[in-house]
C-alpha cells in the first residue's frame, strides 16, 4: 500500500500560476503590501490571482469601462467576495450581519450562488479587510470560497426531510473542515493573526494535503439525498449520493469526475457527468474525498490550466485507473454502488412541515439577488424576518431561500411578515421561471461575453405567453443560461440553455435529463432573441401535442429527434 505517495506529473513548463502559487509562500505574496496602496483601486495580477484563495475576485464595472477609459480614469475596480458556507446553511446572526455588509460596503445586495455560497459584488479594495473581518467575526469564512482548492460543499437543504438533512449536512461540514487549506496567511493578511511562520529565514509551515502549489485548478463536491438531485450530483468533481434505506443512512454512493466548463473552439475541453464508482460508509467518506483530492493534486494537468480540471486527469488515465489508484491509497476497495433514483432537481416552493415536526419556508429569488426594488423590499423583508427567527436561512443549489426550522409560534409572526414586505414563494410565476437560474455576467465578470443575469427576466416575459397559449404554464422545464461557457450556472445540465457567444448572441442547447442525469446538446449557435423564440414556439406547441404521459421536454426533444442524447463529454461535440 502507498497511502502517502506523491508524484509529480507533467505535460509540459508549469503554467505561470503554478509559478505564483509556489512563489507565494502558501497564498501570502505581497497581498498585504497591495491592501495598503492607496494609490489605486487595483492590485496586480499575480495577487489577483492570490485572492482568488483568499474568497475573492478583482472585477471592474464594464458598463462605466469605456467612458472612464475617454476620460483617462482608472477602471472602476471593485472585489467581488464569496462567502463559503458548507450546505448553504446560516443562523439568523449571521444572515444580519451578510445583510450589514451588503448595505455598508457593497452595491446593496446579496447574492446567492449556484453552488450555496453568498457572494457580494462591489466591494473597493480600501473596505475589503473590514469586510472580510466582519465575515470571520459571524463565525464564517472566505477562505478557499475561489481558488485552486475544494470549494464551498452542497448539500440537499432537504426541508421536507429535516433529519435527513441533519445527519447528510454533518458530514458535508466534515468533509468541507478537513479539505480547507492549513495556511495560516489568511489569519496573517485578513485578521491581523500573529505569524506561525517566519518568511524571512525561510521557514516554512504545511499543507498535509494540498502541499505547496495546491491544486492544478479548482476542486467541487456535492453531496445529494434522492429523490431529489438539487445539487447536480454528476456535475460535481465529486459527488456522494446519501443511501438510506430503513430511514437510517447506511453510506454514500461514490460518483467523480463530472464537470460543467468548456472553451468554445476546443473541442478537448467538454462538460462532463460524474461516473459512480462504488459505495462507502460515512465514516470513510472524508478518507476517500481527501485521497480523491490528492490524487488529481498528483496527476492533474500543471501546464495548460483549461486542460486541468479533474473530469480531464479520468479521461485521461481511465476511470478503472482512478479507481484502482484511489483503492490503493485508502488501502481498502470501496463496495458496489447501491440502487438509488432520481426524479427531480428543483425547489419545492411554500411552506412544507418537515419530519422534526419544524416548519421550512422555500421563497422563490429571481437570480439569487437579493435587493430591495421598487414595489418589493425583499431584502428589507428578510432582514426583519432574520431579527425574530430563531431557526436557519439555507441557501438553494437553486439561487432560492429557505427559512428553515420555524417553530409553531413563530411561523404566525414570519408569516405576517411574508405579507407585510410581500415576499414571495413565486407560485404565481410560471413553473419555468421557478426553474430558471443564470451566472451573474455582465457588468462585472470579465469572462462575460453576453449577459445572463439581467437578461433572464426578459427573455422569461417572452417565452411565458407561448407556453400559455398551449397549456404548459404549469410544466417544470430546467431552463439556464450563462453570459460564457465556463458553467457557472450548470447550462450543460440545463433542458434549455443559452451560453454567451457576443453581445445579445448565445448558443442554444436542448435536450439535458430532468433530474441531471444526461448532458444537454447544441442545437443552435450564435443567435439571437427572435430567433429564439421563433424556435422554441413550434417546438411547446409539438410538445403539448405529441409529448407522452409524464414526458419531461429535455426527453421529448430526444425522443422525437430535435437533438442527439449526449451520455459523455466526448460526444457534446460530436
Known amino acids: 500500500m502507498t497511502h502517502n505517495k506523491t508524484v509529480t506529473v507533467q505535460d509540459g513548463p508549469p503554467s505561470d500560476v503554478e509559478d505564483i502559487k509556489i512563489r507565494s509562500l502558501y497564498l501570502r505574496g505581497e497581498l498585504e503590501e497591495a491592501l495598503k496602496d492607496g494609490i489605486t483601486g487595483s492590485m496586480s495580477e499575480d495577487e489577483n490571482r492570490l485572492m482568488k484563495f483568499h474568497g475573492s475576485y478583482m472585477q471592474d464595472d464594464r458598463d462605466l469601462r469605456n467612458e472612464r477609459q475617454r476620460q483617462k480614469l482608472e477602471a472602476a475596480y471593485q472585489f467581488m467576495v464569496r462567502i463559503r458556507a458548507p450546505g448553504g446553511v446560516l443562523t439568523s446572526a449571521q444572515w444580519l450581519e451578510m445583510d450589514r455588509i451588503a448595505r455598508e460596503y457593497t452595491t446593496g445586495s446579496i447574492r446567492i450562488t449556484t453552488r450555496q455560497a453568498i457572494q457580494f459584488h462591489g466591494i473597493l479594495k480600501w473596505n475589503l479587510k473590514k469586510s472580510i473581518r466582519t465575515i470571520n467575526d459571524a463565525l464564517l469564512t472566505t477562505l478557499a470560497a475561489c481558488g485552486d482548492v475544494n470549494r464551498n460543499i452542497m448539500c440537499n437543504p432537504n426541508p421536507y426531510q429535516s433529519e435527513v438533512h441533519a445527519e447528510v449536512y454533518e458530514w458535508a461540514t466534515k468533509v468541507s473542515d478537513h479539505l480547507s487549506p492549513r495556511t495560516n496567511a489568511y489569519h496573517e493578511i485578513w485578521l ?7 518568511t524571512d529565514k525561510n521557514e516554512e509551515e504545511i499543507e498535509p494535503i494540498y502541499g505547496k502549489v495546491y491544486l492544478p485548478r479548482k476542486f467541487k463536491i456535492g453531496v445529494a439525498v434522492p429523490p431529489n438531485n438539487d445539487v447536480d450530483v454528476f456535475s460535481q468533481d465529486l459527488g456522494l449520493i446519501a443511501i438510506y434505506e430503513e430511514g437510517k443512512l447506511k453510506g454514500f454512493n461514490v460518483a467523480v ?33 481527501e485521497k480523491t483530492v490528492m490524487i488529481q493534486r498528483d496527476y492533474g494537468n500543471r501546464s495548460v490550466r483549461k486542460y486541468a480540471r479533474f473530469k480531464y486527469t479520468i479521461d485521461r488515465y481511465g476511470i478503472e485507473w482512478f479507481v484502482n489508484e ?28 418537515g419530519t422534526n415536526g419544524k416548519w421550512y419556508l422555500t421563497l422563490y429569488i429571481q437570480s439569487g439577488r437579493i435587493e430591495d426594488q421598487e414595489n418589493y ?134 435536450g439535458a435529463g430532468f433530474a441531471g442525469e444526461r448532458l444537454n446538446k447544441m442545437y443552435r449557435e450564435n443567435i439571437g432573441e427572435e430567433e429564439i423564440l421563433s424556435i422554441l414556439n413550434p417546438m411547446f406547441h409539438q410538445f403539448a401535442k405529441e409529448r407522452q404521459n409524464g414526458e419531461h421536454f429535455g426527453d421529448f426533444v430526444v425522443r422525437v429527434g430535435h437533438v442527439k442524447a449526449v451520455q459523455s463529454g466526448t460526444d457534446f461535440h460530436a
Open 257 to 289: 469526475g463530472g464537470g460543467m466548463g468548456m472553451t468554445y473552439g476546443d473541442t478537448q475541453t467538454y462538460p462532463q457527468l460524474a461516473r459512480v464508482i462504488g459505495f462507502c460508509t460515512p465514516e470513510q467518506i472524508i478518507d476517500v474525498a
Open 377 to 510: 423590499p425583499l431584502m428589507t423583508g428578510l432582514r426583519e424576518i432574520a431579527k425574530i427567527h430563531t431557526g436557519d436561512f439555507r441557501l438553494s443549489p437553486n439561487q432560492n431561500l429557505v427559512i428553515g426550522n420555524v417553530t409553531s409560534q413563530k411561523k404566525r409572526k414570519i408569516e405576517a411578515l411574508i405579507e407585510e414586505y410581500g415576499l414571495t414563494d413565486g407560485l404565481h410565476y410560471s413553473a419555468l421561471r421557478r426553474s430558471s437560474i443564470s451566472c451573474v455576467a455582465l457588468p462585472t465578470c470579465g469572462m462575460a461575453m453576453a449577459e445572463a443575469e439581467r437578461y433572464l427576466p426578459s427573455l422569461l416575459d417572452k417565452i411565458e405567453p407561448i407556453l400559455a397559449e398551449v397549456g404548459l404554464s404549469e410544466e417544470e422545464i430546467n431552463i439556464r443560461i450563462t453570459g460564457c461557457p465556463n458553467g457557472c450556472a450548470r447550462p450543460a445540465l440545463g433542458e434549455i440553455a443559452f451560453m454567451g457567444k457576443g453581445p445579445g448572441k448565445y448558443n442554444m442547447y436542448l
Open 326 to 353: 484511489l483503492q490503493d491509497r485508502l488501502g481498502w476497495k470501496l463496495e458496489g454502488a447501491r440502487p438509488y433514483e432520481f426524479k427531480h432537481n428543483g425547489d419545492r416552493y411554500g411552506w412544507i412541515k
Open 192 to 198: 491581523d493573526g500573529e505569524k506561525v511562520v517566519d
